[in-house]
């Protein structure tokens, strides 16, 4: 059985750009939830979409958006970037509430 | 300010000893999950534990979740250096849907 997967594995941008960065959950899995992973906060839930609808936002700024397509795979966009933009950004997928989410490897993004 | 807390950070012991890791926080959760991160990977699942008192066993592995399900142990039998890694306590709250809020973690090296 497939895991998650996340491509690119490996971004670098510069500052003002954007990017957008995709996951493909597993088979069956209609969740899709994003988190921002780095040294200094940790993992830090960004959103979540259910049925290609928002479900659950975190505490980021407006220039972090998704989306989620019929086919279940989701997007995350991220405008106007910035240095402290560099992270690893991690895309989980689950059935359903009550069920584990399982995270694929991450895209790591730089920003210079 | 952090939700969980997770204790220690760091850990560095010799193959064969035990080690406990903590995880506390002062919200209740609906369930807590345990994950292992290596390098360069997303994490992965180790146990889900959702009934207060619950004790989950994965071979040399423990996982013990508080009677008022606000915090949780991991304890490692016997430690190889396999089980070198970065462990994460996640949990979910009732009330905050379905995102799930991320301990520091604990990194822990495992020296033959």
């Known amino acids: 059985k497939a895991g998650v997967t996340q491509t690119p594995r490996y971004l670098i941008k510069t500052r003002g750009q954007q990017v957008t960065l995709s996951c493909s959950p597993i088979?069956?899995?209609?969740?899709v939830s994003w988190y921002q992973q780095t040294p200094g906060q940790g993992l830090q839930f960004l959103f979540e979409y259910f049925s290609e609808t928002q479900r659950n936002k975190g505490n980021f700024p407006g220039r972090f958006s998704g989306r989620q397509f019929s086919n279940s795979r989701s997007e995350m966009n991220v405008s106007t970037l910035e240095l402290g933009d560099s992270a690893l950004y991690l895309c989980?997928?689950?059935?359903?509430?009550?069920?584990?989410?399982?995270f694929g490897d991450g895209t790591r993004l730089s920003i210079l | 300010t952090q939700l969980l807390e997770q204790s220690p950070q760091f850990l560095s012991i010799q193959e064969g000893e035990n080690l406990t890791v903590y995880c506390n926080s002062s919200s209740v959760f609906s369930s807590l999950q345990w994950y292992r991160q290596e390098p360069g990977e997303g994490p992965v699942l180790l146990v889900t534990v959702v009934t207060g008192g619950e004790v989950k066993k994965l071979k040399r592995l423990t996982f013990q979740f508080g009677d008022a399900r606000k915090d949780s142990s991991l304890h490692i039998t016997a430690a190889q250096p396999g089980d070198t890694g970065l462990y994460l306590c996640?949990?979910?709250?009732?009330?905050?849907?379905?995102?799930?809020?991320f301990g520091e973690g604990t990194q822990l090296t495992v020296n033959p």
């Open positions: 996640a949990g979910e709250e009732e009330t905050s849907g379905s995102r799930l809020t």
């Open positions: 088979s069956g899995h209609r969740s």
């Open positions: 989980a997928s689950r059935r359903d509430r009550d069920q584990p989410q399982h």
